[in-house]
């Protein structure tokens, strides 16, 4: 019986990983350095910045599928 080697709360029998921690690692392995940075720019904050943060880049990205999606129809000759 030993701790989750990253988190150190979660009890692992045969992996060194629990299943939360190895799903940060999983993404580590998909987005590397990505993952680093959004935690800095996110995390590191109060909840209420957190909050402004997430609303932010969640707005940003649905501008930029709304302008893609334009785009797209634009090109396609759909309105
Ligand atoms: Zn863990």
Redesign the pocket.
């Known amino acids: 019986m030993f701790s989750?080697a990253?988190?150190e709360?979660?009890t692992v029998y045969v992996v060194s990983?629990?299943n939360?921690?190895r799903r940060i690692k999983h993404l580590l392995n998909l987005y590397d350095e990505r993952v680093y940075e959004v935690l800095e720019s996110v995390l590191v904050r109060n909840v209420e910045g957190q909050n402004n943060k997430v609303d932010n880049v969640l707005k940003k990205d649905l501008e930029k599928r709304e302008y893609n999606l334009r785009k797209k129809n634009k090109l396609n000759n759909i309105e």
């Open positions: 989750c990253l988190c709360k979660e990983l629990c939360k921690c």
